[in-house]
């Protein structure tokens, strides 16, 4: 599923807090599906994988690793899913494949994220449809509907449309004169990818009459303090499906969005890049002010920036605050997120008016504010365990040191992923803790930026060789902690590869009894 991995997963992380409540903030623990479990979703391996895709017109599968929450929560919404059209008789097989058992076919399908949902139709094999909606059951049964059929009701009267519109508290509804032409097609086929949303189209004059429609159009109904208001935009020529969905999330939701359980859901759904975030009180005494002052200018960038606000008064939005290192005395305050770059930026004003936020949107958009690079204090005890603790200010006075190989995980305390890493990487470091030219370090990127990295996921784990010109090594092996100590064996060569450079320092222990670690400048 296609987004920003580390905005991805800070939000998650905040929905399964909001979701456990106030007094147990960790996630609960769900239980991976085991063979003997009855169930509509085949159990894929290599030996019949070929097979069940031949026999089956359409075929959905669930590539997922056990050690991933989001696989596991992702996985119980398609069981239910499959259980719901068996009930249909929908014609739809659905099958998991574990990737940490079967090597091959996550390399077939060229799987790197956890879970990835792809949908074969007549057995072919090279042209996979992903799935990127909603990880929910009604918006797979949604999306899987409109793969199969149509993806928009066809509606033929006023009446049919007042009646659609009140069906939910946001519908879409396209405006079209000739339902024959190239602009239809584009039109259903954002329908398909927006499932958790009804689709409704009409080509009758009257509707296009009522709801003052002139040319072909979209439009979004979004129920607003028990009324409809409606926005809408005209089709261009050339007609791109990319923008059609970018209208549609981007008036679905509020002109400025509060983050709670049902948003953040949504929120990395949208496509839009820049995100704005209000860090406030709501009982403070200056929050009306503030608040009507912020949405004045989220009114005006509406489609290029996304609004957010944060009521810190939630003790659940700590944890968003400690991404974004808003302290108490920074309230209330302003952050920029780009989610692509996954770039911090504050706004450097004290008082949050309406000139002082419009000045700070047009400064980023047109490139004139520098990113906020965040890092914590180094901590005295950093190089005190077998594992040593590295922040921004640190990490490339360790890990480039010359004289010694460093092995880092680079991890975020609220992924379940790295959780686990981290339990083997600490046997790693006992391991290795006699080893007089190997670190063994870790670093949180939830408080501390690391760049220029190429890190596109957590948690990440990367090698950086002694010696003048040796790359960095971004570990993509097994991940237990024999397959680690095997790597540092062979200092630093992954399984199948060749050595293509001589090591400048080989891993190799040595009698440090009572010896302190010490940096290259303390040597």
């Avoid at 028990?226 to 089709?235: D, G, S």
């Avoid at 008064?313 to 952050?335: C, L, Q």
């Avoid at 062979?490 to 009572?514: H, Q, R, W, Y």
Wanted: hydrophobic content about 40%.
């Amino acid at each position: 599923m296609q987004t920003s991995i580390l905005l991805l997963l800070v939000l998650m992380f905040f929905l399964f807090s909001l979701a456990d409540g106030k007094k147990d903030s960790t996630p609960k623990k769900i239980k991976s599906p085991t063979n003997e479990e009855k169930t509509d979703v085949l159990i894929l391996h290599k030996r019949n994988f070929g097979r069940v895709l031949r026999d089956s017109r359409y075929l959905l599968v669930t590539f997922y690793t056990p050690l991933s929450g989001p696989s596991l929560m992702t996985l119980a919404e398609v069981t239910k899913a499959a259980a719901q059209l068996k009930k249909e008789s929908s014609g739809i097989t659905f099958g998991k494949v574990d990737v940490s058992k079967e090597k091959d076919l996550k390399n077939d399908f060229s799987i790197h994220e956890f879970p990835t949902l792809k949908f074969f139709i007549n057995g072919d094999k090279n042209m996979p449809i992903n799935y990127t909606g909603v990880s929910s059951a009604s918006s797979l049964v949604t999306w899987l509907k409109r793969r199969l059929g149509p993806s928009a009701i066809l509606i033929h009267d006023t009446a049919g449309v007042e009646s659609f519109i009140n069906s939910a508290v946001v519908t879409v509804v396209g405006f079209f004169k000739d339902l024959q032409c190239r602009a239809v097609e584009v039109f259903y086929d954002a329908a398909k990818d927006v499932s958790d949303l009804p689709f409704g189209i009409t080509n009758n004059l009257d509707v296009f009459s009522q709801y003052d429609v002139t040319t072909d159009s979209v439009a979004v109904f979004k129920k607003s303090e028990e009324e409809y208001v409606h926005y809408k935009t005209a089709i261009g020529d050339p007609v791109n499906k990319v923008d059609i969905i970018k209208f549609i999330r981007t008036y679905e939701m509020d002109i400025v969005t509060e983050y709670n359980s049902e948003t953040s859901v949504k929120i990395f759904h949208i496509p839009i890049d820049s995100h704005l975030l209000l860090f406030i009180a709501k009982t403070s005494k200056d929050f009306t002010k503030t608040y009507e002052d912020y949405k004045a200018v989220a009114k005006e960038f509406r489609g290029k920036i996304l609004f957010i606000v944060a009521n810190t008064d939630e003790s659940r939005n700590g944890r968003m605050s400690e991404f974004f290192r808003v302290h108490h005395a920074d309230i209330p305050g302003v952050r920029m997120f780009n989610v692509t770059s996954s770039f911090k930026y504050r706004m450097p004003a004290d008082e949050i008016t309406f000139e002082n936020v419009k000045t700070f949107c047009e400064s980023y958009l047109n490139g004139k504010i520098k990113p906020q690079l965040d890092s914590e204090e180094i901590p005295e005890d950093w190089n005190q365990t077998p594992v040593k603790v590295l922040v921004g200010k640190n990490f490339d006075k360790i890990v480039f040191d010359k004289t010694k190989n460093a092995f880092v995980i680079l991890y975020l305390p609220w992924s379940q992923d790295s959780k686990h890493l981290l339990q083997i990487w600490t046997k790693l470091g006992n391991m290795y803790e006699g080893y007089s030219n190997v670190v063994i370090a870790k670093v949180d990127c939830g408080t501390n930026y690391i760049h220029s990295l190429g890190v596109k996921q957590y948690p990440a784990i990367l090698y950086f060789p002694a010696g003048a010109g040796q790359k960095i090594v971004h570990y993509n092996g097994e991940k237990t902690l024999q397959a680690f100590s095997g790597f540092l064996t062979s200092n630093g060569i992954l399984p199948g590869e060749k050595m293509t450079k001589k090591p400048a320092v080989k891993n190799e222990p040595f009698n440090t009894e009572g010896k302190e670690w010490k940096t290259k400048k303390e040597l």
